[in-house]
């Protein structure tokens, strides 16, 4: 259990960093396409914005880790259940 929070916090690291990186990446797309002053700023702030959404979507949320971890052991009802609000608890306190 701690080996895939571990991952977790690994995605959402990098999920920060690919954000971070799409910046200077967008900048660099706006002068290949030689954009100056609003037209340059406008596509800068889509391109952050695309590349913030992709991120965020990669990353799964705690609540959806600890269900298709509740899945994989194949549990169900109150077993479940459990499982998944103590496994949610623990990734809260690993903040």
């Known amino acids: 259990m701690k080996h ?4 977790a ?6 999920a ?6 799409a910046e200077p990446d967008c900048t ?9 002053g609003a037209a340059k700023n ?13 991120a965020a979507v990669a990353v799964p ?3 959806e880790m600890c269900a ?3 899945a994989d052991k194949k549990l169900k009802g109150a077993a479940k259940n459990s499982f998944v609000k103590k496994c ?5 306190a690993a903040k």
Do not use: H, T, W, Y
Not at 4 to 7: A, E, R, S, Y
Not at 9 to 14: D, F, H, Q, S
Not at 28 to 36: G, I
């Open 68 to 70: 298709a971890k509740a």
């Open 61 to 63: 949320s705690p609540a």
């Open 4 to 7: 895939l929070l571990m991952v």
């Open 28 to 36: 660099a797309r706006a002068a290949e396409k030689k954009l100056a």
């Open 42 to 54: 406008s596509f800068v702030k889509k391109c952050e914005k695309d590349a913030a959404a992709a």
């Open 16 to 21: 920060v960093n690919a954000a971070q990186a």
């Open 9 to 14: 916090v690994m995605c959402i690291c990098g």
């Open 88 to 92: 949610e608890k623990d990734a809260a």
